[in-house]
């Protein structure tokens, strides 16, 4: 059983056009981060939501963690093939222990 | 500033046999942890090191073993290799602080036949 559900596991869509990727969990954590990883590399941190109902902007993608700090989601506008990747939510277990959701992988088309 | 490296990037083994890897942090961090990603599990925590001290460990059998050296490199062995320990080896390097900012490295990827 993950402690981290993201949805959908798969996106492929066209050029332009906008998404949502979910991140849920039945726990509560202190703070949720998102990252994204491209083949071949590590994953590299995008951002860290930490007070409930906090929405961040980081150019076209806009991250909101839910009020009751058990889920999070990552919105991206107008996307760009550029933004092909995995997607990844993760949260803090303990110190040192990161526990990540099984991803999203992106893929936008020209 | 250096990123966090891994060594080899590559690896095929067979079964049976052991393999140890490798990873430095970046300079002035104390902590590394290790995590295994496959396509079907995702991304799982297997350990972590903090000033030569396992601090927190994950679900994995006794077959992964790890340890950190006093200049905070860092080194996972798995013994005894399966067929489904095939996968892709993080380490990520941070501060050691309580919910620092962690480093990936690119990974090793290890093939067992």
């Known amino acids: 059983t993950q402690l981290l559900e993201q949805s959908p596991q798969f996106l492929s869509i066209q050029e332009g056009e906008n998404l949502t990727v979910y991140c849920n969990s039945s726990?509560?954590?202190?703070?949720l981060q998102w990252y994204r990883q491209e083949p071949g590399e590590g994953p590299v941190l995008l951002v860290t939501v930490v007070t409930g109902g906090e929405v961040k902007k980081l150019k076209r993608l806009t991250f909101q963690f839910g009020d009751a700090r058990k889920d999070s989601s990552l919105h991206i506008t107008a996307a760009q093939p550029g933004d092909t990747g995995l997607y990844l939510c993760?949260?803090?277990?303990?110190?040192?222990?990161?526990?990540f959701g099984q991803g999203t992988t992106l893929q936008v088309k020209p | 500033k250096a990123g966090v490296t891994q060594t080899p990037r590559y690896l095929i083994k067979t079964r049976g046999q052991q393999v140890t890897l490798s990873c430095s942090p970046i300079?002035?961090?104390?902590?590394v942890s290790w995590y295994q990603q496959t396509p079907g599990q995702g991304l799982q925590f297997l350990f972590e090191y903090f000033s030569e001290t396992q601090r927190n460990k994950g679900n994995f059998p006794g077959r992964f073993s790890g340890r950190q050296f006093s200049n905070s490199r860092s080194e996972m062995n798995v013994s005894t290799l399966e067929l489904g320990d095939s996968a892709l080896y993080l380490c990520?390097?941070?501060?050691?602080?309580?919910?620092?900012?962690?480093?990936f490295g690119p990974g090793t990827r290890l093939l067992v036949l």
């Open positions: 990520a390097s941070s501060f050691g602080g309580d919910q620092e900012t962690q480093y």
């Open positions: 300079s002035g961090h104390r902590s």
């Open positions: 993760a949260g803090w277990w303990a110190t040192g222990k990161l526990i």
């Open positions: 726990s509560v954590f202190s703070s």
